[in-house]
C-alpha cells in the first residue's frame, strides 16, 4: 500500500518540476524579447534624436548657401553650430556635438555632394548633413553578441519661394523702368525708401495689415530682431503704409550697422545684433556696392568709417556679435501711386531684395541698393518662413527635401 501511494506523488512533482523548468525557460523567452524591445525602443529614440540634429543642421546650412565664394564654409560653421552645439542625444543626456556634424554641399538635389573644404561650389544650392553616433551600447542584444551600434541620420534642405516669411517692418515703392519682373529697377539701382527725396523720409510698412495708427514700438523691435513673422507674401494684399520722418525709429536702422545711440534707445549689440561689417556707401561705388560689400568689407569685418552725431560704434562690435546679411533684406515692393486700397495702404506687387547702403540721421534718407528679386537664388537673400507652392512670390526660405 505504501509504495502504491507513493507513485502519484512522485508523479505531481515530477509533473511541477517540469512545469517550472518550462516556465522559467518562458519567461527568458519574454525576458529576452522585453530587452530586444527596450534596446529597438532606445535606439529608435536615440535615432530620432539624430534625425533632429541633422534636420536643423541642413536648415540652418542652406540658409547660408547665397552664391558668395565664402558661402559654403559659413553653411558648415552655421549647420555644425545649429546640429551640434544645440541639438542633445542619447534622451536628451548629453549634446550631440560638432563633431558628429558633417555638412555637404551640391548644386544638384542628386549631384556630387562635397565639404565646405573639399571642393564644395560657390553656387551650391542643397545643403546634406550627416550626423553619427558610433558605439552605442545595449544593455539586453549584447548577451546575443550585438554589443553596439553605429547610428547616422541624414537631410538636405534647399530653399523655396515662401508663402509667409518673417519680414523687416518696410516697403519699397515701385520704379520706373519698364521691367516689371524687377519691379521697374535694374541690379545696382540706388532707391530712396520715401516717396519723395525730402530728408530723413523712410516707408515703413505694416506688413500684416493695413492700420499704422497704433503705436511704433513693435515695428522698431521687428527691425532690431528677425522681422514680423507669419508674414503672407501674397501679391495684391494691401499694407498699411507710413512714410515721412520717423526719428525715433533711426536706432532700429542703424543698429544693423552696429551703430548704437549713446545713452537713449538702450539698445546693445547682444540685444540688436549688427551685420558682418558696417561700412557705408553714401553716396555708393557706380555699378553698385553689393561686391565691395560682400568681397572685402564683410570678411574683413570693417565698421561704419564716418560718424553721425549722438551715436557711436562700439570697438571689435562686427566680430563679437556680427551676424551675416543683417544689412541684405527682404522687402515688399508696393504700387505707391494706387489708391486700390483705400487710404494709408497700397497693394503689394512682389518681394525684392535690398542691400541697406549706409546708416541714417534725421537729416540723411534711408538708401537701399537693389539686388533683384527676393526669389531669385542669386539675390542673396534668404529669411524664414513657410515654403509655397509652384506660383509662390515670397522671398526664399528652407525646406528640407529629403
Known amino acids: 500500500m505504501t509504495e502504491q501511494a507513493s507513485a502519484p506523488v512522485r508523479g505531481a512533482q515530477q509533473q511541477r518540476g517540469v512545469f517550472a523548468v518550462a516556465t522559467a525557460l518562458a519567461m527568458l523567452v519574454m525576458l529576452g524579447f522585453v530587452g530586444l524591445a527596450i534596446d529597438a525602443s532606445r535606439l529608435q529614440l536615440v535615432q530620432a534624436e539624430l534625425q533632429n540634429s541633422a534636420d536643423a543642421c541642413a536648415l540652418a546650412a542652406v540658409l547660408e548657401l547665397n552664391g558668395l565664394s565664402d558661402a559654403p564654409s559659413r553653411g558648415a560653421l552655421a549647420g555644425q553650430f545649429v546640429g551640434g552645439a544645440h541639438n542633445r542625444r542619447n534622451f536628451q543626456a548629453e549634446l550631440v ?67 509667409s516669411v518673417c519680414a523687416i517692418p ?26 519723395s527725396q525730402v530728408s530723413g523720409f523712410f516707408t515703413w510698412a505694416n506688413v500684416l495689415g493695413t492700420d499704422t495708427s497704433g503705436s511704433l514700438e513693435p515695428y522698431a523691435q521687428a527691425f532690431i530682431g528677425f522681422g514680423f513673422c507669419e508674414v503672407p507674401t501674397a501679391a495684391d494684399r494691401c499694407i498699411g503704409i507710413h512714410t515721412g520722418v520717423v526719428t525715433s525709429l533711426d536706432d532700429g536702422w542703424n543698429s544693423r550697422f552696429g551703430v548704437y545711440k549713446q545713452g537713449g534707445s538702450g539698445l546693445d ?117 513657410l515654403p509655397g507652392g509652384t506660383d509662390a512670390i515670397g522671398p526664399l526660405v528652407p525646406v528640407l527635401v529629403q
Open 269 to 385: 549689440p547682444a540685444l540688436a545684433i549688427p551685420d558682418l561689417t558696417g561700412y557705408g556707401y553714401r553716396p555708393p561705388p557706380v555699378g553698385g556696392a553689393y561686391s565691395d560689400y560682400t568681397q572685402n568689407r564683410a570678411p574683413s569685418r570693417q565698421a561704419f568709417q564716418g560718424h553721425i552725431p549722438s551715436y557711436t560704434s562700439p570697438a571689435n562690435v562686427h566680430t563679437h556679435y556680427g551676424s551675416s546679411s543683417r544689412r541684405l533684406v527682404s522687402m515688399p515692393v508696393v504700387a505707391c501711386s494706387s489708391s486700390a486700397c483705400g487710404t494709408g495702404a497700397k497693394p503689394i506687387l512682389g518681394w525684392a531684395c535690398a542691400l541697406m547702403l549706409s546708416p541714417k540721421s534725421p537729416t540723411q534718407d534711408a538708401e537701399i541698393e537693389f539686388r533683384g528679386r527676393a526669389d531669385d537664388p542669386l539675390s542673396g537673400c534668404r529669411t524664414a518662413g
Open 170 to 195: 518696410m516697403s519699397m515703392c515701385k520704379g520706373a523702368g519698364p521691367n516689371a519682373n524687377t519691379f521697374g529697377y535694374q541690379l545696382g539701382d540706388k532707391i530712396t525708401l520715401g516717396t
Open 97 to 163: 556635438g560638432t563633431g558628429q556634424v558633417s555638412p555637404t554641399f551640391s548644386t544638384t538635389l542628386n549631384g556630387s555632394y562635397q565639404a565646405a573644404g573639399g571642393g564644395a561650389a560657390a553656387a551650391s544650392r542643397f545643403a546634406r548633413c550627416s550626423v553619427t553616433q558610433n558605439s552605442l551600447r545595449h544593455f539586453f542584444m549584447g548577451l546575443l553578441g550585438v554589443g553596439s551600434s553605429n547610428l547616422v541620420a541624414t537631410a538636405t534642405a534647399t530653399v523655396m519661394p515662401s508663402q
